[in-house]
């Protein structure tokens, strides 16, 4: 049987364009999850492992999608081998357990740890950068100005939550967490 498995690092990525890879490869079955892949206890990957038998093809489209590190995707790999399973990276080709297979596999798995090691050095510099910026603040922007907040928890004096958020456009959540930091502030 041919499985696939397709992974993205966080909730806003999208994995449509590897679920359509791997189908145009044909899998029989996808897995996909949306896991951090620093992390080993992927469910949707474990539960992959645990299901491939002898003769089976797991297909990935690159790498970095099924491994942390360059030493995770060579062990990961033997251990298929070891299974009979055969590998298929699409970018890559089919992974043959040989000699030359095995090389190119060591090379390929240490350019693709080097690459994630060289986003996230880039992220840090350019975090690091920004925050040598007067107006630098960490996190997402506020949706709200100060002003609309206060606003709209002077009409939950006399309106609900439910009122106060079809007037405002302000959820109910923000309104709450917004009244506990009023009221620690007035203790």
Do not use: W
């Amino acid at each position: 049987m041919k499985y696939g498995y397709a992974r993205v690092s966080t909730i806003g990525q999208d994995l449509e364009a590897q679920i359509q890879s791997l189908e145009q490869e044909r899998c029989d079955k996808i897995f996909s999850e949306k896991f951090t892949g620093t992390k080993r206890e992927r469910p949707q990957f474990q539960e992959l492992l645990s299901i491939l038998k002898e003769g089976d093809t797991l297909v990935v489209t690159k790498l970095d999608r099924f491994a942390r590190s360059a030493v995770d995707a060579i062990q990961i790999i033997r251990n298929l081998f070891e299974q009979g399973v055969k590998v298929h990276v699409l970018n890559m080709g089919l992974v043959e357990n040989t000699p030359t297979g095995k090389l190119i596999l060591t090379i390929m798995s240490g350019f693709a740890e080097f690459e994630r090691d060289m986003i996230v050095e880039r992220t840090q510099e350019g975090k690091a950068i920004a925050k040598l910026r007067e107006d630098f603040r960490e996190g997402r922007p506020k949706k709200f100005k100060k002003a609309q907040i206060e606003h709209a928890l002077k009409l939950l004096e006399t309106n609900s939550y439910m009122q106060v958020e079809n007037i405002t456009g302000i959820s109910k959540s923000t309104l709450i967490r917004a009244k506990k930091r009023q009221e620690q502030l007035s203790e």
